[in-house]
């Protein structure tokens, strides 16, 4: 008779089921399923307990707040403490559900202070840079069940346990699926939750443009104060560091000294060699980058789009897009869903990546952000002066959202306020610089700001060259992308006169689309006659000028301002000035060697008259006379 063996059950085979399920329909790893549940059932019991004196839960539930939900969520996502798996815990985690019981415990200071530096920040980002209420609204939107839904009314009334439970689930996978919509499901799905956030309250079809619109900036300034604050906390404990282990060496070498003084090995009066101290990180500032009136232009562009492609609804009727962006009428400032989708694919492609790195930073700040997705940087101008904006401007959002290369660390290498109106010194910027570049142009008239984004580096060349990562853009009145539209290859230009002399009948200056005798948009060396046409057959239809007065057709604009960014990020800018600077010494190395001249050869030259000069004429008039002969050795013998 044999004997029976029975394998222990799993205590964790129900969890671990549970994270399967939910992990086959979210784009999310089993370990982010686990942390955002746990999160959830923790911000839930807080919520839910009954905080009274001596109860030992209300104690870990103190410093949370129902009404900074996104503060809370950053607060505790990633601080949590890890979930205890082992087999021989008496009160295991075995249902996403519950609480973990490890929640309650004690956290290590180190947690402790990491959660105060997170809470800091998002509180005032929550009270001085986010829409008001956001946190709540997106709550409400997107992550919360309807009420309707958690009645238990609708439930078996003989099973409220598994009322309850199926309640529960309900709730959580709408939170899990509110983070999946917010952060990696895709552009369209961002953009619709934001949509849903500012939509009206009497018709959820449409939402007012320019509140959209400050949404969107509003989170990218969010992303931005948040991610260089914690850097900037992390710089600033590095040095505290190293400069406490630098007071200790320097203590250490005073010792030494003070020992060899005492021996004779050193002399009294001989002096120290002092290092240089380490300047000071200062601590980032945050009303810095507060958010300005996103103005106009971007509710002006959207409202235009949706009159053009809408015959009816909330948007019909001919106003131009800053007329309505300007009424004072709500439903003249509206926009449906659909319009808003796809101009934001055509004019902003990198908006909804504002949610999704700002959901990313609350839920999974210590993880790397997706490489399936792209990452919203506001662009950084670490101080250099610019004619256009400031740190936290509107326009420095508006460029980030039209294009990825756009974002990061950018490099000033012209500007018109500062190096004057020079061809030369334009030319000279660009020539060798390797990394992508941002051209903006500001038109006298009217005031009208546009210009063109290329990544490909600048050469002289007579003929046009580039490739299709190159567009033309709007800024003001209205914001426009006007990108390749594959019929056509002259992407850009750059032909000084010095180069051919001014001999290959061709325009001399810079430009972008069109023909070598009539650009698209196009600079000329003299910064005089300068061009923006409306079309050409390499970059789509767009108006890069603002309307002109009627009956006034020219597309010949007066520049009151020019400047040029090395744009990419850090190590983008570094490496393009890197390979400038290489030219420039090639350049340079160049004419050094074409000064240096064999003194010798020169002075043969010179005599036989290969260098045309005067001192030597008279022996060319004295050649060939009869009654005269010149020795070519003998320079001082001229016989008669």
């Known amino acids: 008779m044999g004997i029976a063996f029975t394998t222990p059950k799993n205590p964790y085979a129900e969890l671990k089921e549970q994270v399967s399920r939910l992990g086959d329909r979210n784009p999310f790893g089993d370990d982010e399923i686990l942390r955002l549940s746990r999160c959830m059932a ?7 307990a009954d905080v009274v004196a001596g109860d030992k839960k209300a104690a870990s539930y103190k410093e949370i707040n129902p009404n900074c939900w996104l503060t809370d969520l950053a607060v505790f996502c990633s601080t949590l403490p890890p979930a205890n798996f082992s087999l021989d815990h008496e009160n295991p985690y075995d249902d996403l559900l519950k609480l973990d019981p490890v929640l309650l415990q004690t956290v290590s200071p180190e947690m402790l202070g990491e959660r105060k530096k997170i809470k800091h920040i998002l509180t005032i980002i929550e009270e001085n840079v986010l829409p008001k209420e956001f946190g709540l609204i997106l709550k409400e939107k997107l992550f919360a069940l309807p009420s309707h839904a958690s009645n238990m009314t609708n439930y078996d009334k003989d099973s409220p346990d598994a009322a309850r439970r199926t309640i529960a689930w309900k709730r959580l996978e709408v939170f899990i699926d509110g983070a999946s919509e917010t952060s990696r499901r895709g552009s369209r799905k961002a953009l619709t939750c934001i949509f849903k956030c500012c939509a009206s309250d009497d018709d959820s079809r449409y939402a007012n443009a320019k509140k959209l619109m400050d949404c969107f900036y509003r989170l990218a300034l969010a992303c931005a104060i948040y991610s260089r604050y914690m850097t900037n906390q992390i710089q600033m404990q590095d040095q505290k560091e190293r400069l406490v282990l630098i007071e200790v060496q320097r203590l250490s070498a005073q010792q030494e000294r003070e020992k060899r003084i005492k021996c004779g090995e050193l002399d009294e ?21 507060f958010p300005e009136d996103i103005g106009s232009a971007f509710a002006a562009s959207l409202l235009e789009f949706s009159t053009r492609h809408s015959t009816s609804g909330a948007n019909a009727g001919a106003y ?8 004072g009428s709500e439903d003249d400032s ?5 319009i808003f989708l796809t101009w934001a694919e055509a004019n902003a492609p990198c908006l909804s990546s504002c949610l999704e790195t700002f959901m990313h930073l609350i ?3 210590d993880k790397p952000y997706p490489p399936s997705r792209s990452e919203f940087i506001f662009p950084k101008l670490r101080g250099q002066h610019s004619a256009f904006f400031t740190t936290g401007s509107p326009l420095l959002f508006t460029f980030a959202a039209m294009s990825p ?17 020079s061809f030369n010194r334009l030319h000279n910027s660009l020539l060798g610089y390797s990394g992508p570049t941002l051209l903006i142009i500001k038109e006298a008239e009217s005031g009208g700001v546009f210009g063109a984004s290329t990544s490909t580096a600048w050469k002289e060349s007579k003929d046009f060259y580039g490739n299709s990562d190159c567009f033309l853009f709007s800024i003001q009145p209205n914001i426009k992308v006007m990108g390749p539209r594959g019929a056509g290859t002259n992407f850009m230009y750059c032909n000084p006169k010095s180069r051919s002399r001014g001999y290959d009948g061709l325009a001399h200056g810079i430009g972008f689309g069109g023909d070598t005798l009539q650009p698209r948009l196009f600079l000329s060396e003299s910064f005089d006659g300068c061009i923006a046409r409306a079309s050409d057959m390499t970059f789509e239809a767009g108006k890069l000028l603002p309307p002109r007065e009627i009956g006034n057709p020219s ?33 340079a190395s160049s004419i050094r060697k074409a000064r240096k001249v064999d003194k010798a050869q020169f ?6 008259g290969l260098i045309e000069s005067k001192a030597f004429a008279h022996r060319a008039e004295m050649r060939g006379r009869a009654d005269c002969h010149v020795d070519d050795n003998d320079n001082k013998n001229y016989k008669l």
Not at 320 to 327: C, I, K
Not at 334 to 338: A, F, N, P, Q, R
């Open 269 to 289: 009066n001989q002096e120290e060699e002092e290092d240089e101290e380490e300047p000071i990180i200062p601590p980032f500032d945050p009303s810095t980058m």
């Open 603 to 608: 002075l043969d030259d010179f005599k036989s």
């Open 555 to 587: 597309t010949v604009f007066d520049l009151e301002c020019l400047e040029v960014w090395g744009v990419g990020g850090d190590a983008v800018v570094a490496k393009a000035l890197g390979n400038r600077h290489k030219q420039r010494e090639v350049v």
């Open 405 to 421: 290369s756009l974002g990061g660390s950018w490099r000033r290498l012209y500007t018109s306020d500062s190096d004057g109106l």
């Open 334 to 338: 509206k926009v449906s869903l659909e």
């Open 363 to 365: 839920l999974f700040p």
């Open 42 to 48: 923790y911000l839930t019991a807080a919520n839910n």
């Open 320 to 327: 131009s897009g800053l007329e309505q962006a300007n009424s």
